[in-house]
């Protein structure tokens, strides 16, 4: 069994930065897709970046590509977020999740889910 426990979640002002943080327990997540998903009031949560195993693959949602970065610490059992240049849009409860095989931005195909972080960005 996989535990995940997102952290670093807060409020924070238009163009400010957060850093958030997926801790693993349980079984090694070295091998597995590491991903973060968000949702929004009243919206379906949605796909925000996958980084593979290896971390040699990443992927990005167009509404986040080049102002949000995703990395992980296989060693130390860790994945983490780091949102910049942000806006009110990106308000959402952010989830991390993980999957074995290749990444998808499907949440279906993820067997692992943290409870989520609240973003909330004020303009």
């Known amino acids: 069994q996989v535990q995940l426990v997102e952290s670093g979640g807060g409020l924070v002002q238009a163009v400010g930065s957060l850093r958030l943080s997926c801790a693993a327990s349980?079984?090694?997540?070295?091998?597995?897709?590491m991903s973060w998903f968000r949702q929004a009031p009243g919206k379906e949560r949605e796909f925000v970046a996958a980084i593979s195993w290896s971390t040699e693959f990443t992927n990005y949602a167009d509404t986040v590509k080049g102002r949000f970065t995703i990395s992980r610490d296989n060693f130390k059992n860790t994945v983490h977020l780091q949102l910049n240049s942000l806006k009110p849009e990106d308000t959402a409860v952010y989830y991390c999740?993980?999957?074995?095989?290749?990444?998808?931005?499907?949440?279906?195909?993820?067997?692992?889910w943290g409870q989520g972080t609240q973003v909330t960005v004020s303009s």
């Open positions: 349980g079984r090694i997540l070295s091998r597995h897709v």
């Open positions: 999740a993980g999957k074995e095989g290749l990444t998808s931005t499907w949440t279906g195909e993820y067997d692992y």
